[in-house]
T-cell receptor, first 112, second 117 residues
Framework: GEDVEQSLFLSVREGDSSVINCTYT??????LYWYKQEPGAGLQLLTY?????DMKQDQRLTVLLNKKDKHLSLRIADTQTGDSAIYFC????????????FGAGTRLAVHP | GAVVSQHPSWVICKSGTSVKIECRSL??????MFWYRQFPKQSLMLMAT?????????EQGVEKDKFLINHASLTLSTLTVTSAHPEDSSFYIC?????????????FGPGTRLTVL
């Protein structure tokens, strides 16, 4: 079946850049999303990228998409302690209208 | 941005009772709502897709008689966990799609933590 995979844990120093990687299997995915979840809370959309784009930048966030390799990454510049959270990659699933397939989530820990 | 609310935010119930969770889109009409379940330190698992005025579409392995979904209006969907048991304890999150939002972005509620004793 369709699958989205992410590394589970990332630790970075405050002020450094963080790069979270994701791979997906559905080559027909139209949109790819990055969501942020803080403890005990729902999901907050950070950014998304359309499948015909290679890159999207939004302030400290940069999304890179390699459609050939079905690889997506999220770069957070100047990572702050407030960025500590779980980051989920999600891809639209061609078999269901607007259905999203989520990765397992990457826990980002930012230390001083 | 669009806001989705859930009520209650947490609930503790006895085994065998039924629990209803509400999901509301506060400032837009949602053509489609989704219900997810999230176990500790795990990803979101889609339970069902709910369209206003029609029956919900359940994912494989989700018992439709156990998890009743009603989408009576364009701003409200409810999930009822019937005859809840401890293994139903989980974090339930709903999301909604704003019909005019071309990206198909799902707006998520804050989640409801269910604990069954």
């Amino acid at each position: 079946g369709e699958d989205v995979e992410q590394s589970l844990f990332l630790s970075v120093r405050e002020g450094d850049s963080s790069v979270i990687n994701c791979t997906y299997t559905d080559s027909s995915s139209t949109y790819l999303y990055w969501y942020k979840q803080e403890p005990g809370a729902g999901l907050q959309l950070l950014t998304y990228i359309f499948s015909n784009m290679d890159m999207k930048q939004d302030q400290r966030l940069t999304v890179l998409l390699n459609k050939k390799d079905k690889h997506l990454s999220l770069r957070i510049a100047d990572t702050q302690t407030g960025d500590s959270a779980i980051y989920f990659c999600a891809a639209t699933f061609s078999g269901g209208y607007n259905k999203l397939i989520f990765g397992a989530g990457t826990r980002l820990a930012v230390h001083p | 941005g669009a806001v989705v609310s859930q009520h209650p935010s947490w609930v503790i119930c006895k085994s065998g009772t039924s629990v209803k969770i509400e999901c509301r889109s506060l400032d837009f009409q949602a053509t489609t709502m989704f219900w997810y379940r999230q176990f500790p330190k795990q990803s979101l698992m889609l339970m069902a897709t709910s369209n206003e005025g029609s029956k919900a579409t359940y994912e494989q392995g989700v018992e439709k008689d156990k998890f009743l979904i009603n989408h009576a209006s364009l701003t409200l969907s409810t999930l009822t966990v019937t005859s809840a048991h401890p293994e139903d304890s989980s974090f339930y999150i709903c999301s909604a799609i704003f019909s005019r939002h071309g990206t198909g972005e799902q707006f998520f509620g804050p989640g409801t933590r269910l604990t069954v004793l």
